[in-house]
Each structure stands twice: as C-alpha cells, then as structure tokens.
C-alpha cells in the first residue's frame, strides 16, 4: 500500500503550507482548483482543493493530503 503524501505548515501558523518540493506562499502561490489542478474560484463545485504553482501537487486543505497532480 501506498503512503498518502501530505504537506506541512509553518508551526506558528497553519495558513503557512510548505510544499513537499519545498515551495511557500510568499515564492509560489497555492491556488484554489478542481481535481485536475485547473485553477477555480471558490464556491459552489469547489472541493476544497488548491494546487501548488511550483510544482502541480493539488492538495486537499482539510488534512494537507496530496490527492493528485497537474498534467504539464
């Protein structure tokens, strides 16, 4: 079985992600998307989802899951 790849936060703030390619807010931003990682606005159909712009991991904001990646 697979291990569930999540990312982390800053540990004096939760809004703070750090990217598992090591990418933070202040360099790339993590946008909200769809589950292909196409960018969105939030709001009705949105997941919860947000892709990071360094590297295409789209992430799950509720546990930092990675649940997938952007096709280049």
Same mark, same amino acid.
């Given at each position: 079985? &697979?291990?569930?790849?999540?990312?982390?936060?800053?540990? !004096?703030?939760?809004?703070?992600?750090?990217?598992? /390619? +090591?990418? =933070?807010?202040?360099?790339?931003?993590?946008?909200?998307?769809?589950? &292909?990682?196409?960018?969105?606005?939030?709001?009705?159909? !949105?997941?919860?989802?947000?892709?990071?712009?360094? /590297? +295409?991991? =789209?992430?799950?904001?509720?546990?930092?899951?990675?649940?997938?990646?952007?096709?280049?």
């Amino acid at each position: 079985m &697979k291990r569930k790849e999540r990312i982390t936060h800053e540990p !004096w703030d939760e809004r703070e992600w750090i990217c598992l /390619c +090591g990418n =933070i807010p202040q360099e790339a931003p993590f946008m909200p998307c769809d589950e &292909k990682g196409n960018q969105m606005e939030p709001g009705p159909g !949105w997941k919860g989802l947000y892709v990071c712009e360094n /590297c +295409g991991r =789209i992430i799950q904001s509720y546990g930092l899951e990675v649940v997938g990646r952007r096709k280049a």
